[in-house]
């Protein structure tokens, strides 16, 4: 769960990347950075927090260069340090270098013992790092084919860039499980995003995404870029989560609009049991788009009784489960003159560990709500995810424990239905595979 972005022959390529960064803070709110390439040398500015609270126009305005990548963290693997903020650069025998990594590589303790064991020290906790080590420690004579020969030792989910002092290589694994777009700047420039919405801020055209397996190669000066197939991405799997989760919905994920993919999804969940109910109302922001398709589908007017707190900062955002029992409260607040009385669809798109759709059935009823039925816009979650997206354990997650009965019983809903696996793939669109761990375990990358 993190956002990448490359700025490419653009003039100020690092203002143009902390917007794009901006736009896709939901990515990741950790950490922060952004490495540019100006008169050959690398100079990488990068800190804990957002993205508005990392970067001014002070320390934006050392960053000169046409060249820039830039990273927002939120961590899978590694801690909750400024070291493990990215880019990572670093000085190797061919000079500098800096990478932006997004996604989890399967492999990464195997990886790292076996560095550690050759006498690499290692400075931060990221399995990211990894690369950049394999990548020093390859006796090919080009960049390009250290990385390649890099990433034929790693395993997992990757959106990676690399950037010399004159060159960029982005490059999607074989899978494309995390998504990665290329757009054209309005000066001639370049730009690759983790999500699209950012060339909406910068003012960029999308012009497609990279190919799972694809590396693509920039240069400085270039007008052009040049694309080689590096790995035989014979069935890709975009995670299914960007769509029901994670992405932003103005995003183009894989050619679909995730708005218009969740209004389906929500579409599908309607069509599962008549209910006969006096409003849909959505979990807000999340289960706004399903709530809506929800409604369409079934009827039903649309009603948006669950009033969100917009500034619940991070201070609030505490692991401990009486911290996060509060921060619902905080959030959300039902308002009782439309509840009260009333029998309602609840919307949301996932559940997680259950303590926000307890907590929400919970404010609901006190609101005077006389019948909860909980849709949600996805199956049931019952493995972690292992290729970039933040998942608890097998232990934490309430639909390993608990059947849709008894999970309907902890959050105290008169009802309770899921989405079945097939659902989602129809209401995604059943022409492609996607990565789908969370719900049945497949753990294609091993
Ligand atoms: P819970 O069941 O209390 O763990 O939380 C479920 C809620 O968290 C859902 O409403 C989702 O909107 C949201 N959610 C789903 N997946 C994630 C994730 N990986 N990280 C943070 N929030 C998530």
Redesign the pocket.
């Known amino acids: 769960?993190c956002a990448v972005v490359g700025i490419i022959n653009s003039k100020d390529a690092a203002r143009t990347a902390y917007y794009a960064l901006f736009a896709m803070q939901h990515r990741g709110q950790e950490a922060s950075g952004i490495s540019v390439s100006f008169n050959h040398h690398i100079k990488t500015y990068k800190n804990l927090g957002l993205v508005n609270e990392v970067f001014n126009n002070e320390n934006l305005s050392t960053l000169k260069g046409n060249m820039a990548i830039g990273h927002n963290r939120y961590g899978t693997a590694g801690s909750k340090e400024s070291k493990d903020a990215q880019p990572i650069a670093a000085n190797y025998l061919l000079g500098e270098i800096s990478i932006a990594h997004n996604g989890n590589l399967t492999n990464n303790k195997e990886v790292r013992d076996k560095l550690i064991a050759e006498g690499a020290i290692f400075h931060t906790n990221m399995d990211s790092e990894n690369i950049i080590h394999l990548i020093a420690r390859s006796k090919k004579e080009h960049l390009q084919e250290r990385i390649v020969e890099a990433l034929g030792e790693i395993k997992g989910a990757y959106c990676l860039l690399v950037m010399s002092r004159s060159k960029m290589f982005v490059v999607r694994d074989k899978y494309g499980i995390r998504p990665l777009s290329i757009g054209r700047l309005k000066d001639g420039g370049y730009i690759v995003a983790s999500e699209t919405c950012a060339f909406d801020l910068v003012g960029a055209e999308f012009i497609r995404d990279v190919n799972p397996g694809e590396m693509i190669i920039f240069e400085e000066g270039s007008n052009s870029f040049e694309s080689i197939e590096l790995f035989n991405a014979q069935a890709p799997r975009i995670c299914a989560?960007e769509y029901i989760?994670?992405a932003r919905p103005d995003s183009t994920v894989e050619g679909k609009n995730v708005y218009e993919v969740r209004k389906n999804i929500g579409k599908v969940l309607a069509k599962k049991s008549k209910i006969k109910a006096d409003m849909v109302v959505p979990?807000p922001d999340?289960?706004v788009p399903a709530a809506l398709g929800y409604a369409f589908e079934s009827g039903l007017p649309f009603e948006m009784a669950i009033v969100r707190n917009h500034y619940v900062g991070r201070t609030f955002i505490e692991p401990t489960q009486e911290m996060?029992n509060l921060k619902?409260k905080l959030k959300l607040n039902p308002m009782g003159e439309i509840l009260k009385g009333k029998s309602i669809v609840v919307v949301?798109?996932?559940?997680?560990?259950?303590?926000?759709?307890?907590k929400i059935v919970e404010l609901l009823r006190h609101a005077g709500a006389k019948e909860i039925h909980f849709r949600v816009a996805a199956p049931e979650i019952k493995f972690p995810?292992v290729y970039g997206?933040?998942?608890?354990t097998k232990d934490e997650l309430?639909s390993h424990k608990m059947s849709v009965e008894e999970v309907r019983e902890y959050i105290g809903a008169d009802s309770l239905e899921f989405l079945s696996l097939d659902e989602l793939v129809s209401g995604i669109g059943s022409e492609r595979k996607y990565s789908l761990v969370s719900f049945d375990g497949d753990y294609f990358v091993k």
């Open positions: 769960m989560f989760y994670f979990v999340s289960g996060r619902v949301d798109d996932s559940i997680v560990r259950g303590t926000t759709s307890k995810d997206i933040d998942t608890p309430i």
